[in-house]
Nanobody
């Protein structure tokens, strides 16, 4: 059974940094993504990566502040978040796909349970 497990969330002040980790059980996937959901809002795309390539993509709201990268040891990905803002608050989800996937949640087949990120002002 495929499992994705996120870790690294927490409470941080505005301007601070956090690194999220997503570990995948058993194997790698063709694509990985990070999404987030704030209370009362739709889940939104944050960052994506295609395994085995240099291809990454980001939401405009996080470009220049967030970086997605591979974690080869855990068949997963990291999300390094810097210059955090209160509007970055939400539950962050790791997602994976067996095909090339980019911006849309429906492109991803597998999802983790999420990790809470709270940015205080």
């Amino acid at each position: 059974q495929v499992q994705l497990q996120e870790s690294g969330g927490g409470l941080v002040q505005a301007g601070g940094s956090l690194r999220l980790s997503c570990a995948a059980s058993g194997r790698t996937f063709r694509s990985y993504g990070w999404f987030r959901q704030a209370p009362g809002k739709e889940r939104e795309f944050v960052a994506g990566l295609r395994w085995g390539t240099t291809s990454t993509n980001y939401a405009d709201s996080v470009k220049g502040r967030f970086t997605i990268s591979r974690d080869n040891a855990k068949n997963g990905v990291y999300l390094q978040m810097s210059s955090l803002k209160p509007e970055d608050t939400g539950v962050y989800y790791c997602a994976a796909s067996d095909t090339y996937a980019y911006y849309f949640a429906k492109e991803y087949n597998y999802w983790g349970q999420g990790t809470q990120v709270t940015v205080s002002s």
